[in-house]
Structure formats: structure tokens, C-alpha cells
């Protein structure tokens, strides 16, 4: 069964600093894609950074990272220099080449910045 | 680019009554949308899958007699809750996949929030 998991359902991070958002995935797939996106309180989706199963690199975009571990099962978003903004809730989630590119979510992960 | 829009971005209706929701890719046509369901402080959970000109394709446990999905054209999708009750109070999200992008490629409304009263 293809399944993700978010173990955190909510987070802080003092401004500016760091923080590591966890999700792991469950598939026996090769060829997938991960995901991350935040959620603010407005409700849209917004797209952070994607990750494709057989990228070598890390992917990136600004201050967001995704830590992918493809042994582990493990597609952890990094962000860096936490602001404000940065307030909301996050979702991981996987698509298949083979199921018509329909996403598969996290439960998600609430995070909170404090000044 | 590619930007997707619904409308209307909140409804309120009584039970019993029927709604519709738009979803429209506007810069790009979209091949396949998709429909999500999301219940406060929950994930979002695929409805259905709809491509242009054919039957949308639902989840298991989605009513497909209640939640009328029709692509009629490449940048049009709508959703339908018939005879709503409040229970399917919640928030409805589509997203489209254009034809040019590879199939990961995926676009979100800003979302409909619907209240059943």
C-alpha cells in the first residue's frame, strides 16, 4: 500500500532559525515523486519544492531544502531562516507515473514561527 | 503562468439544495483535474479524478450520485453537491495538470469553502 507520513502535527521554530518538517513514505514504486506544500490559513496550496525518485541532488528553492533519503523512505523539508510568513500548515505528499498523477497527502504538520 | 481559479470562493446553502462549484485553468489547458476534499485541521482527500470528455473517475467511498463531476472542456471543471446535507460542509479544492507538463506537474485553485445549513 503507498502511504505518507507526517509524525509531527504541529511544530515551533523561533524566528530565524531553522526548522527540519518530517515525512516518510511508504512504496515499492521506483519511479515517484514527493512533494511539499504550505497551507496558510487562507486555505490555498502553495507549491515549496518537489523531488523526483531518481534525482541524485537534493532538490532546493530558497531557504527550502528537501533532505531525501530513498533508503529510509524519507523526504524531510528543510527550512531555513524561519520568518513569520512561515506560519502554516505543511503537507507532504507523493504522486505515481502510473496512477494518473493523482497526489497522495500527509496528514500534515502545523507550524508555528515565534518573534 | 498557470493559474487556476474556482468559484465561488465560499458558498452558503440550505439543505437539500443542490451546489456548484467551477474549477477553470486559465492559462493552460488541463488534461486532467483533479477534486479534494479538506475538513478542518484534516488532510486533503482526492474525490475524483476527471479528464476532458470523459467519465470522472471516483475514490472509493466518494458517492458519485452526489458529487456530480463534469470536464467539459480543457479549462473547465465543475463539481455539483446534490441535495447537500451538513455534513458535506467542508472545503473543496481542484487542481489541473496541463498537457504541455510532464504528469507531475500540478496547479491548485484557491479553494471553495461550503456551508450547509
Known amino acids: 500500500a503507498q502511504k505518507i507520513t507526517q509524525t509531527q502535527p504541529g511544530m515551533f521554530v523561533q524566528e530565524k532559525e531553522a526548522v527540519t518538517l518530517d515525512c516518510t513514505y511508504d512504496?515499492?514504486?521506483?519511479?515517484?515523486?514527493l512533494f511539499w506544500y504550505k497551507q496558510p490559513s487562507s486555505g490555498e496550496m502553495i507549491f515549496l519544492i518537489y523531488?523526483?525518485?531518481?534525482?541524485?541532488q537534493n532538490a532546493t528553492e530558497g531557504r527550502y531544502s528537501l533532505n531525501f533519503q530513498k533508503a529510509r523512505k524519507s523526504a524531510n523539508l528543510v527550512i531555513s531562516a524561519s520568518q513569520l510568513g512561515d506560519s502554516a500548515m505543511y503537507f507532504c505528499a507523493m504522486v505515481f507515473r502510473d496512477q494518473g498523477g493523482k497526489l497522495i497527502f500527509g496528514q500534515g504538520t502545523e507550524l508555528s514561527v515565534k518573534p | 503562468g498557470a493559474v487556476v481559479s474556482q468559484h465561488p470562493s465560499w458558498v452558503i446553502c440550505k439543505s437539500g439544495t443542490s451546489v456548484k462549484i467551477e474549477c477553470r485553468s486559465l492559462d493552460f489547458q488541463a488534461t486532467t483535474m483533479f477534486w479534494y476534499r479538506q475538513f478542518p485541521k484534516q488532510s486533503l482527500m482526492l474525490m475524483a479524478t476527471s479528464n476532458e470528455g470523459s467519465k470522472a473517475t471516483y475514490e472509493q467511498g466518494v458517492e458519485k450520485d452526489k458529487f456530480l463531476i463534469n470536464h467539459a472542456s480543457l479549462t473547465l471543471s465543475t463539481l455539483t453537491v446534490t441535495s447537500a446535507h451538513p455534513e458535506d460542509s467542508s472545503f473543496y479544492i481542484c487542481?489541473?495538470?496541463?498537457?504541455?507538463?510532464?504528469?507531475?506537474?500540478?496547479?491548485f485553485g484557491p479553494g471553495t469553502r461550503l456551508t450547509v445549513t
Open positions: 487542481s489541473a495538470s496541463d498537457r504541455g507538463g510532464g504528469v507531475y506537474e500540478q496547479y
Open positions: 523531488q523526483g525518485s531518481y534525482d541524485e
Open positions: 512504496t515499492s514504486d521506483q519511479s515517484y515523486g
